[in-house]
């Protein structure tokens, strides 16, 4: 049987996340932080201008110059997340703990006009080579060099500018200090940044889609977090100086900076886990895949009528929370119950085992070609097939079950069929037949009473014949030696095969009430096959088939000191057997390792009487 299912899938926004919106969120991120770079350059040369010039500016202009300056922190440090989350490094609180220092640091030294964002851009620049240099250790080829200059370049930039801050060399009036500080040093400055993003972009390229999942869930939290953390600024810092009229920024700052940084990490969490969520299901969230499971499994467990939508209803989930586009259960007489979209490469297999017994294999497949499922989404997966395993052995032994009755009822039937044919095409003629003979050796009494007597000798063989024939017919319904020698002579008589292949039997038997015909039937053949089972594979010296009632229930257990059973069984026609004669009986089978003596094999079938 194929059950195919449908989930609703939604991989293909996340695709387009990951193709299309998170590279554009870098460009366009970037060069947003290019151009807060490039911003205040020219809002500093303005500056400069004045303070050559003497010119009075408009107070206003300082307040434009406040908010500008926020604007650009929250840019730059938006940028600094797209380029950073590339890395794979992510230490979001202790970046923005830089940044957020740099600029209460820009606000303690009054720095002159074009270095005051100085603590600002030692940060940046610190922030940009311990990446960077991370980076240059594990990059190979152009990516190295690529780093190696955006180190260099970031470096001189962030630092170039430290002599003359320390000189406190006013940077008016001085050309060459002018043509450094207002030319070159931005210049280098954004060719670093340049240099930067393009790094960015070729990290990019080498990234697998693993890390690359990785990367835009840290943008988005990292782009969350900054534009977050820009606000908080803007609105402490620029709300406190429109409060005190520009008078002094550096409380405000302090306690922005503060509040950053007790907020940022709960904010953090809070943030990668809903977002995470939402983009990628709950597959980095194991407890939450175990527990969704868990529920719908319960239902399968309990058996009844939901049992196979409750198996179904676990893969759905199962594929949604891992957004896998397919996944099944092939079991080993080819039952399958799939969900989402057969693969055109073949899938990921696991095994499915259930105390011990191999049922047949949980497959799923990648979500994309090149993707492999992560070491973290193996440990899962493997959680996962163990807990599904439980369930598809009951739903299984269900369907089995349900089949096995059919059977036992097509057999029934069929066995009527034939008994019915033998009786009328067999025997009823031979009886018809009996009956005339008869009546032609009463019409010969008279007349010749010798070949009357020969006629009945004649007819006691043929009577002889038909016993035989009825006799046959009943011992096709049910093994002869049940009653010629009983149920405990018909095991012992088993046993007496068993010993003569040299491993020495016992049987234990209780008292017994009378037991049914075919409970006395499905006994014998279970045990018949549990021995035949003994001497085939468990290599055992000793053999033991005990029966005993117990509260309405018989228990018949054939324990072995053998080798023990395989720690993935293979079940074969033997046990399937088994434990349809014990199914149809309402009773149970199961196969254990031997108590008490540390080896050997327990099988176990407990049959209510009636
Ligand atoms: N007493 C035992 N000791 C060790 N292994 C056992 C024992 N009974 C069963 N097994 C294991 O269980 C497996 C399944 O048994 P099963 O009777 O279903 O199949 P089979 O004996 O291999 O083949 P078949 O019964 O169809 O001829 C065996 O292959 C064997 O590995
Ligand atoms: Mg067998």
Redesign the pocket.
């Known amino acids: 049987m194929r059950v195919h299912l449908r989930p609703s899938l939604r991989p293909a926004a996340v695709r387009v996340i990951e193709r299309w919106v998170w590279p554009a969120a870098l460009g366009v991120g970037s060069a947003a932080a290019l151009s807060a770079g490039l911003h205040p350059h020219w809002l500093d040369l303005v500056w400069q201008t004045r303070d050559l010039t003497e010119a009075q500016w408009p107070a206003d202009f300082t307040r434009l110059r406040l908010w500008l300056d926020a604007a650009e922190l929250g840019l730059a440090a938006l940028g600094a997340a797209l380029l950073a989350t590339v890395g794979g490094q992510g230490r979001y609180p202790a970046a923005l703990g830089v940044v957020g220092l740099g600029l209460v640091a820009s606000q303690v030294w009054p720095l002159p006009a074009a270095l005051d964002s100085g603590g600002l851009a030692v940060a940046w620049g610190l922030l940009a080579a311990a990446w960077s240099r991370g980076r240059f250790g594990r990059a190979s080829g152009a990516v190295r060099w690529g780093y190696a200059f955006v180190l260099v370049t970031t470096l001189v930039w962030a630092f170039g500018a430290l002599p003359l801050d320390l000189a406190g060399a006013p940077p008016t009036g001085v050309p060459p200090v002018l043509l450094w500080n207002a030319l070159l040093r931005p210049g280098l400055r954004d060719l670093g940044m340049a240099a930067l993003l393009l790094g960015a972009v070729l990290a990019y390229a080498e990234q697998s889609p693993g890390a690359v999942r990785a990367g835009v869930l840290r943008t988005l939290v990292f782009g969350g977090l900054s534009l977050g953390a820009a606000m908080l600024f803007t609105v402490v810092v620029g709300g406190a100086s429109a409060l005190l009229h520009g008078a002094g920024t550096l409380w405000p700052s302090v306690v922005a900076a503060g509040l950053v940084a007790a907020l940022i990490e709960p904010a953090r969490t809070a943030l990668t886990r809903s977002l995470r969520r939402l983009l990628y299901g709950e597959r980095d969230d194991p407890s939450a895949v175990m527990q969704n499971l868990a529920r719908h499994l319960a239902g399968v467990q309990a058996g009844g009528a939901p049992l196979t939508g409750s198996l179904e209803g676990a893969l759905i989930n199962l594929a949604e929370a891992l957004r896998l586009p397919f996944v099944a259960l092939r079991f080993l007489d080819g039952e399958v119950i799939s969900c989402g979209q057969v693969p055109a490469q073949p899938p990921e297999t696991l095994p499915l085992i259930a105390q011990g017994e191999r049922l047949g294999q949980l497959e799923v497949a990648r979500r994309r070609a090149r993707e492999d499922f992560t070491k973290r989404e193996w440990a899962l997966l493997e959680g996962v097939s163990g807990q599904l395993a439980a369930a598809a052995q009951a739903w299984h032994l269900a369907r089995q079950l349900g089949a096995s009755q059919e059977r036992l009822i097509r057999a029934g039937e069929e066995e009527r069929r034939r008994l019915r044919r033998d009786l009328h095409d067999g025997l009823g003629p031979s009886l018809a037949g009996l009956g005339l003979k008869l009546e032609a050796a009463r019409l010969l009494l008279g007349r010749s009473p010798e070949k009357a007597a020969e006629h009945l000798s004649a007819l006691a063989t043929e009577v002889q014949g038909s016993v035989g024939e009825v006799r046959r017919l009943v011992h096709d319904l049910r093994p002869p030696k049940l009653d010629d020698l009983g149920l405990v002579g018909a095991l012992e008589e088993l046993l007496v095969g068993v010993r003569q292949t040299g491993l020495s039997a016992v049987l234990e038997v209780g008292s017994l009430p009378p037991l049914g015909a075919a409970l006395e039937v499905a006994v014998y053949r279970i045990a018949q ?1 549990a021995l035949t ?2 001497m ?3 290599q055992a010296r000793r053999v033991e088939l005990r029966l005993s009632v117990t509260g309405g229930v018989l228990d018949l257990e054939c324990q ?1 000191d ?5 720690a993935v ?8 057997s088994m434990r349809e004669r014990a199914g149809a009986l309402s009773g149970t089978l199961e196969w254990l390792p031997a108590p008490d003596e540390g080896r050997g ?1 327990l099988v176990r079938a407990r049959l209510p009487l009636g």
Not at 562 to 566: A, F, I, N
Not at 569 to 576: A, L, Q, W
């Open positions: 096959e089972n003994v085939k594979h468990a072995d053998g080798v023990g059973l395989p069984r293979e079940p074969g026609v033997g046990s399937r094999t």
